[in-house]
């Protein structure tokens, strides 16, 4: 399935177009593809995590890795599973942790399985801490293959999801509070200036002209305006991790000072929201005020500004809105100010769903759709056309009003079935209504 365009439209009406492709003889052979990939996949099997762009594929070590060792971690992992021997697993996985010849890998599958024989007994808390202990083991260093597998599990023991959100390309802009930023980042004896920067989480704006954090770019912007004759160049060394939520928090506060970004002397940024993105307040004195504050304003249905300054250090920064969606509305609010707030800020929201969460909700139903395009297929080889489905959102997020009439192909069961699969969409609840007119595309 590919998406062929995406348009929007201001006001109440988003315009939204996808394309939905399929051939008929392949689906089936995909489908038990992943179905093979899911049976398979496991702590044993953690280097199968997908790489983030820009990340490289070459594992920090090559291990030789000892059969038997591995052989008894993979029968511990499923006794643990299966609730048999667990005296004797957690003995093996103990052992594994200690063993000099145990790989970092092997390693990484002991604690995960660690962490599930703690949730299984009913000790969340050390469950947690196994999971914090692995991430922690491998500071910000991204290149191990148990990393996807950890983050997803804090993730999930924290918050009940393992959902995450997109990665997006950094700033190449400056925007006004970048020069309100930089002013705490002080140049050396040698004139240099280093900068370090670290963020947890994204937003959902693949814009990158906002320039919130190109502190280089102010930097070099002061310079011109004090001096507009003078030569414009400007020795900064700026390092910038950017990582897809607050699970990484207990790598990064285990990292080495002296060689690794960390929270207590980089400019420390968080992207919170209620959905994905809510930090556990177990991680609350690494933000600028209690995670339980933050969301207290967010379940007001606003967004919020909170900048915490530091003494020999630069800021830490949360960015908020109740939903993701939402996020980039906030940034956007805190790149054009010319000052760092005092006090805690609210930013004004509209409530109405934006076009990426219907486009979210609407693709994540594709193979239910592709399934009744497949059927009608089979008695109609080469259709293809446009299903163009007008709705309207409640304000529980529920689908009414549901019409296919635009719609080029006309078949009443191809029509019905799209229907049906629409009728049971769920979005964010928001207090209002708004119509969507989103025509889909299929071609065979």
């Not at 762009?53 to 008894?72: C, F, W």
């Not at 599973?81 to 092997?106: C, F, I, M, Y």
């Not at 809105?321 to 509209?350: G, H, I, Q």
């Not at 008695?379 to 019409?403: C, H, N, T, W, Y």
């Amino acid at each position: 399935m590919r998406v062929a365009s995406f348009q929007e439209t201001q006001g109440d009406s988003p315009n939204l177009e996808d394309t939905i492709m399929t051939t008929r003889k392949s689906t089936r052979a995909f489908w038990m593809v992943a179905a093979l990939g899911v049976a398979m996949g496991g702590i044993a099997c953690a280097g199968s995590e997908a790489v983030e762009p820009g990340e490289s594929t070459e594992a920090t070590e090559s291990p030789v890795i000892s059969a038997s060792l591995g052989d008894q971690i993979e029968k511990a992992v499923r006794d643990i599973e299966t609730g048999r021997n667990l005296k004797e697993a957690r003995a093996t996985l103990d052992q594994a942790l200690v063993d000099p010849t145990s790989t970092s890998d092997q390693r990484d599958d002991a604690r995960l399985a660690l962490s599930r024989y703690h949730e299984l007994s009913g000790d969340k808390e050390a469950a947690v801490r196994v999971v914090e202990e692995l991430l922690a083991s491998h500071r910000i260093d991204m290149r191990y293959a148990a990393r996807g597998l950890a983050e997803k599990r804090l993730r999930l023991l924290l918050t009940g999801s393992e959902e995450d959100a997109p990665r997006l390309p950094a700033d190449t802009t400056v925007a006004p509070v970048a020069k309100a930023l930089a002013d705490h980042f002080v140049a050396g004896a040698d004139g240099s200036t280093t900068v370090e920067i670290l963020i947890f989480g994204r937003t959902p704006d693949d814009d990158d002209t906002v320039g919130t954090f190109n502190i280089a770019g102010a930097i070099r912007e002061k310079k011109q305006e004090d001096c507009p004759l003078c030569n414009d160049s400007t020795n900064t060394h700026t390092s910038r991790s950017q990582t897809s939520s607050w699970v990484s928090i207990p790598a990064a506060a285990a990292a080495d000072p002296a060689k690794e970004l960390t929270p207590a002397k980089s400019l420390t940024v968080y992207y919170y929201d209620l959905e994905t993105n809510r930090v556990p307040s177990r991680y609350d004195a690494y933000l600028p005020l209690p995670s339980e504050q933050i969301a207290a304003h967010l379940e007001k249905g606003e967004g919020l500004i909170a900048v915490k300054t530091r003494e020999g250090a630069p800021p830490i920064v949360v960015l908020a809105a109740p939903r993701w969606a939402m996020l980039s509305e906030v940034e956007k609010a805190f790149a054009n100010m010319t000052e760092l707030p005092k006090e805690p800020t609210p930013v004004a929201l509209n409530p109405t769903p934006r076009p990426k969460e219907i486009q979210a909700v609407v693709r994540s139903s594709y193979p239910k759709m592709r399934k009744c395009y497949e059927t009608h297929l089979a008695s109609v080889p080469d259709a293809r056309g446009k299903i163009v489905m007008s709705f309207a959102i409640d304000a529980e997020g529920a689908v009414q009003d549901l019409d296919s009439s635009e719609s080029t192909l006309t078949d009443g069961s191809l029509r019905g079935c799209f229907e049906t699969v629409f009728s049971g969409m769920k979005f964010p609840a928001t207090g209002g209504r708004v119509t969507v007119k989103y025509p889909i595309s299929l071609t065979p």
